[in-house]
């Protein structure tokens, strides 16, 4: 069954580092998300991503963010200058669209630890 | 804008007790609901889904029923097993393609043999 991947699974980076969580959505879908989870808090919207264009975003999601699908297959989020906050789980998401359904295909997950 | 309230957890249960965990929404228009569950160090995995009023959606014994009267999209299971330990999310969707999810606070399910 097609699945989505996220790479690294964890990733240790000091406060003020750029990093790069890539993720590899399933082939068929046409949209894309980034959620993340703070430990023992309630999973979070981020951004959702459709036609090589961001389609949504939350006010998490400022200047320090962006993201990309640099081939067609990946879709990375990229955090410019990582604060002690970033540190949480983050999950890349994609979906089919209408007609095929609206639900969401999550990966594993990648944790950020910033220290 | 839309929200998702659940029941406050944890919640223990013995092996094939019955199982609830409310949860209610706030949402304009006629949203899609979802139950995913997470286990111990894994994402989040879709359990079930219903995308209109009245709509029941159902897997793994696990089942839930959109209320828009209630606003309510409750889980339920007729008899735990220990391997249902996990954390359960209720979420939701606006009725376009694209939306984002909405996630609810989640409620651990811990089930004893």
């Known amino acids: 069954e097609p699945e989505v991947t996220q790479t690294p699974s964890h990733q240790v980076t000091q406060m003020g580092q750029e990093v790069i969580l890539r993720c590899v959505p399933i082939?068929?879908?046409?949209?894309f998300y980034w959620y993340r989870q703070i430990l023992g808090q309630k999973v979070e919207f981020l951004v959702s991503?459709?036609?090589?264009?961001?389609?949504?975003k939350s006010e998490i999601f400022d200047d320090q963010f962006s993201v990309e699908r640099p081939d067609g297959s990946n879709f990375t989020l990229k955090i410019r200058s990582t604060k002690l906050e970033d540190s949480a789980m983050y999950f890349c998401?994609?979906?089919?669209?209408?007609?095929?359904?609206?639900?969401?295909?999550f990966g594993p997950g990648t944790r950020l630890t910033v220290t | 804008g839309n929200s998702v309230t659940q029941m406050e957890g944890p919640v223990t249960l013995s092996e094939e007790a019955f199982l609830t965990i409310n949860c209610t929404y706030t949402?304009?228009?006629?949203?899609?609901l979802f139950w995913y569950v997470q286990y111990p160090g894994e994402g989040l995995q879709l359990l079930l889904k219903?995308?209109?009023?009245?709509d029941k959606g159902s897997n793994k014994g696990f089942e839930a029923t959109y209320r828009k009267e209630t606003t309510s999209f409750h889980l339920e299971k007729g008899s735990v097993q220990v391997s249902d330990s996990a954390v359960y999310f209720c979420?939701?969707?606006?009725?376009?393609?694209?939306?984002?999810?909405?996630f609810g606070e989640g409620t651990q399910l811990t089930v004893n043999p």
């Open positions: 998401a994609s979906s089919p669209g209408h007609p095929l359904g609206y639900e969401q295909y």
């Open positions: 082939s068929n879908h046409l949209y």
């Open positions: 991503f459709y036609n090589n264009e961001i389609s949504e």
């Open positions: 949402a304009t228009g006629y949203p899609s």
């Open positions: 219903a995308t209109k009023a009245d």
């Open positions: 979420a939701l969707s606006r009725e376009t393609s694209g939306s984002r999810l909405t």
